[in-house]
């Protein structure tokens, strides 16, 4: 069956440190993968989409990159978090314009 | 410019209220939309989209070209309809456009 799994459910991390978030698919092959984020009083803003391996599009300027090394592995990362940076992280897939989302990671920078 | 606008962030009704989630949205060409639902603990998970004109746990949803609207309806709300709910737009490059959300919160 096709699956997200995203990790962790939950962090707190303090401003200027490193962040890796990431998002495995199963049950798919080669599927259109998507960072979305839900800034306090903010609709999911969509932050990079992935249409393969290694190949990355930024929707949004930020502090954020995301790397694609495997077909079903999408991580988003920062160098330095920023206070702006909390909000609510979400990984999604979509094959044929069906979308499939994550459970989401709640980031609070402190 | 494509978007999609969701004007109350928070919607409190008692059960057996009807409900409508308003949502209105901005984009040249024909659109293809859709309500997603975040309930407590949950993913985020489809509701219903246009083009299937169908009706899921008592909830509908009517394009209007007119109106640029696709407001979500049920007659008679209940409490497990608590929950976040998204409009969505899916335009041509295949990337969703969200609203920011209205949290529905049905009293007993």
């Known amino acids: 069956s096709q699956t997200i799994h995203q990790w962790p459910a939950t962090l707190v991390q303090p401003v200027g440190s490193p962040l890796s978030l990431e998002c495995t698919v199963e049950?798919?092959?080669?599927?259109?993968l998507y960072w979305y984020r839900q800034a306090a009083g903010r609709g999911l803003q969509l932050l990079f989409y992935?249409?393969?391996?290694?190949?990355i599009s930024s929707e949004v300027p930020q502090n954020l990159s995301a790397s694609r090394p495997q077909d079903r592995q999408f991580i988003l990362s920062s160098k330095k978090l920023l206070l702006s940076d909390s909000g609510f992280y979400l990984c999604?897939?979509?094959?044929?314009?069906?979308?499939?989302f994550g459970s989401g990671t709640r980031l609070t920078v402190v | 410019a494509q978007r999609v606008t969701q004007p109350e962030k928070l919607l409190s009704v008692f059960k057996g209220a009807p409900v409508e989630l308003k949502c209105n949205y901005s984009?040249?060409?024909?659109?293809?939309l859709f309500w997603y639902v975040q309930y407590s603990r949950q993913r985020l998970q489809l509701l219903l989209r246009?083009?299937s004109r169908e009706s899921i746990k008592g909830f509908t949803a009517d394009l209007n070209k007119g109106e640029t609207s696709f407001h979500l309806k049920k007659p008679f709300a209940q409490e497990e309809d608590s929950a976040m709910y998204y409009c969505?737009?899916?335009?041509?490059?295949?990337?969703?456009?969200f609203g920011q959300g209205t949290t529905l919160q049905v009293k007993p």
């Open positions: 992935s249409v393969g391996i290694g190949q």
């Open positions: 984009y040249s060409g024909s659109p293809e």
């Open positions: 246009h083009i």
């Open positions: 049950g798919t092959s080669n599927p259109n």
């Open positions: 999604a897939w979509s094959v044929s314009y069906g979308y499939t």
């Open positions: 969505a737009l899916l335009p041509y490059t295949g990337k969703l456009i």
